[in-house]
């Protein structure tokens, strides 16, 4: 029985140094996790006997373990790549139309528009809002990034403004245009509906002392010329309280006339003056914005930390389109390792729970990084050595058994 020992030993070290050879071998695999050998004692004994005398059977190989700590997360620069820190597994959708899981974020776009591993196998995510984001749909699907065509302009309805009018400022002289006009104003863009820009000049102008804290808004729409602060041109007459807040404005929520893409039919987009104030400060403009905007055409792609993907065009929009999917399992050692250094779910991992990045406890994701494998090579490397100790120990066991036979064989 002694060879059969010596031969379990030998099968186990072997195995246990292709293990090591393996993890070597992926040292530098994106998202790989290694493996350990696990061996467990073989034991035997007569039918019925209670004695000990057939306890040692040898050795064999349990189970092939994975490892699934941490690894390191590198910085790559790259918009598409993504690195999972803590739990979750990426979830794939691959030619067959079977799911597999991945911890490998080195993600593209393929011809198609879809969001793509290295092997191709397409990535599923939430269906989100593509203007707030927010997710509206639970059912995981491939995430399609529009390539063939941009982003249709929107016509402006409504104008915002955040405006410091200097308290301390003269009134404004109609007749010598003292203050000029021109003193405390600003501009912005408003666009019609096929997105073509119009510019928009604002000029505040306080009124006469004998109305104390108020001023006129005048607006100039595309450059009109000529231009002059008369009533046709007044957009609103604001008040201030004497702690410099807004009061009123009159009219309360006035509107400018712009023309659409015809010259001819007009657009009118409300004005929101409550942002003004009246302080002793210098005139400041910290808000001036509308919600209209030109048309765009596709300037690039990226994945946010919490897993939204983001188009984003030439005009300074951006849509979104979905939000990755991160899974987890109670057992995680308990998938099994498929080609493309991909995991497929098993009975000893359990159902997949699916959820967002960072929600939970479905760890968070890193863009513009990869998580390295997490073979430890000086351990590694130890384990090696062992490894060939012990098949060299094993296979003394039988060179030492051969020759107790070779002696039993020869007596005399």
Not at 263 to 290: C, E, M, N, P
């Amino acid at each position: 029985m002694g060879f059969q020992y010596g031969l379990s030993g030998m099968n186990a070290a072997s195995k246990n140094l292709d293990v090591i050879g393996n993890n070597v071998a992926n040292a530098n695999t994106t998202g790989f996790k290694s493996s350990r050998t696990d061996f467990s004692q073989m034991v035997g004994s007569a039918t019925g006997s209670s004695s000990n005398l057939f306890a040692g059977q040898g050795v064999a190989v349990g189970a092939v373990s994975q490892q699934f700590l941490q690894g390191n997360v590198s910085a790559t620069g790259n918009a598409l790549d993504v690195a999972i820190n803590g739990n979750g597994f990426l979830q794939l959708e691959m030619a067959d139309a079977s799911t597999t899981y991945t911890r490998a974020g080195s993600l593209q776009i393929d011809k198609d528009g879809q969001l793509v591993n290295r092997q191709g196998a397409k990535v599923m995510g939430f269906k989100t809002d593509p203007t707030t984001g927010a997710v509206v749909g639970r059912t995981p699907s491939a995430i399609t990034v529009p390539l063939d065509k941009g982003i249709v302009g929107q016509k402006t309805s409504a104008i915002t403004a955040k405006v410091n009018l200097d308290a301390q400022a003269p009134a404004y002289d109609t007749a010598t245009n003292t203050p000029a006009y021109t003193t405390y104003s600003s501009s912005f863009d408003v666009y019609n509906s096929q997105g073509e820009a119009k510019p928009v000049n604002l000029y505040f102008v306080k009124s006469a002392p004998a109305i104390p804290n108020s001023w006129e808004v005048h607006y100039q729409v595309d450059n009109a010329t000529p231009f002059a602060m008369a009533a046709g041109n007044l957009l609103s007459t604001v008040t201030f309280n004497n702690d410099g807040s807004f009061k009123s404005a009159t009219p309360a929520l006035p509107t400018i006339p712009f023309k659409e893409a015809d010259k001819t039919t007009d657009i009118h987009a409300s004005v929101d003056l409550k942002g003004l104030t009246q302080l002793a400060a210098r005139f400041s403009v910290s808000k001036l914005s509308q919600d209209g905007y030109a048309a765009g055409n596709l300037n690039s792609v990226s994945i946010e930390p919490d897993g939204s993907v983001y188009a984003r065009y030439s005009n300074g929009k951006s849509q979104s389109q979905g939000q990755l999917v991160l899974a987890k399992f109670n057992n995680s050692q308990g998938l099994v390792s498929t080609v493309g250094g991909n995991w497929i779910e098993s009975p000893s991992s359990g159902k997949p729970v699916k959820g967002t990045p960072s929600s939970e406890n479905f760890g968070s994701l890193q863009s513009g990084s990869l998580e390295e494998s997490n073979v430890d090579l000086t351990a590694e490397l130890v384990n090696m050595m062992t490894a060939q100790r012990a098949y060299q120990a094993n296979a003394q066991t039988l060179k030492t058994q051969d020759q107790v036979m070779s002696t039993l064989v020869n007596l005399r």
